[in-house]
């Protein structure tokens, strides 16, 4: 069974910076894609970045490139988001995502393909 646990949320003041973590197992894929998500409230959910696991090609969606970055610890089974310069608007649940093909520059835009989700973990950024 594919499992996916986020962890790293949490309150911080504008400008200020946090990590989080997308824990998975039960994988059995060659390659596959794995991506971050958010969703505040009474919005659409967005594509943060994505990031594929065998070359390691990320993709950033235009609101967060240059402060974000999203990597991948092969060892821990772990993909990462370091998210710096945090601004008010980035407030949201942050959801990483599984699909089980390498989805290019799709990555962000089709979420309706990922197979398995994670529970979220809540970003709050203070101004």
């Known amino acids: 069974e594919v499992q996916l646990v986020e962890s790293g949320g949490g309150l911080v003041q504008a400008g200020g910076s946090l990590r989080l973590s997308c824990a998975f197992s039960?994988?059995?894929?060659?390659?596959?894609?794995i991506g971050w998500f958010r969703q505040a409230p009474g919005k659409e959910r967005e594509g943060v970045s994505c990031?594929?696991?065998?070359?390691?090609?990320?993709y950033y969606g235009d609101s967060v490139k240059g402060r974000f970055t999203i990597s991948r610890d092969n060892a821990k089974n772990t993909v990462y988001l370091q998210m710096d310069s945090l601004r008010p608007e980035d407030t949201a649940l942050y959801y990483c995502?599984?699909?089980?093909?390498?989805?290019?520059?799709?990555?962000?835009?089709?979420?309706?393909?990922?197979?398995?989700w994670g529970q979220g973990t809540q970003v709050t950024v203070s101004s």
């Open positions: 990031i594929s696991w065998k070359e390691g090609v990320t």
């Open positions: 995502a599984v699909d089980e093909y390498y989805l290019g520059s799709l990555c962000l835009r089709r979420d309706d393909w990922y197979d398995v």
């Open positions: 039960g994988f059995t894929f060659d390659d596959y894609t």
